[in-house]
């Protein structure tokens, strides 16, 4: 599975920005997209994911009510919907995909396909 991620940038807090994440190849072979991200000299963590069959979601607590994770299973495509951005939301963005089960969808090692990094930059 190849991952091609788009949409970052930089904004003021309170501002908008929408990333999408386009899956070519096996798509079959996953069942849930996500986005970590990783903020300079930090680890990489979770942000959000959807399963693609169903679309149930799961959410860091932090990004709960701000963000939105979506899918367009026609385009095989993910979204990012992140709005009040804030500061700390400040990070290089990741599109993931995998076979994770429910308990492990946080982690970054339950993934085995990764896009590359997306920078986005909140300016206070």
């Known amino acids: 599975v190849q991952l091609q991620a788009y949409g970052g940038g930089m904004v003021q807090a309170g501002g908008s920005l929408k990333l999408s994440c386009a899956a070519s190849?096996?798509?079959?072979?996953?069942?849930?997209m996500g986005w970590f991200r990783q903020a300079s000299g930090k680890e990489r963590d979770f942000v959000a994911a959807?399963?693609?069959?169903?679309?149930?979601?799961k959410y860091e607590d932090s990004v709960k009510g701000r963000f939105t994770v979506s899918r367009d299973v026609r385009k095989n495509t993910v979204y990012l919907q992140m709005n009040s951005l804030k500061a700390e939301d400040t990070a290089v963005y990741y599109c993931?995909?995998?076979?994770?089960?429910?308990?492990?969808?946080?982690?970054?090692?339950?993934?085995?396909?990764w896009g590359q990094g997306t920078q986005v930059t909140v300016s206070s």
């Open positions: 993931t995909a995998g076979r994770p089960i429910s308990s492990t969808m946080r982690l970054p090692t339950a993934y085995s396909y």
């Open positions: 190849g096996s798509i079959f072979s996953i069942n849930t």
């Open positions: 959807i399963r693609w069959s169903g679309g149930s979601t």
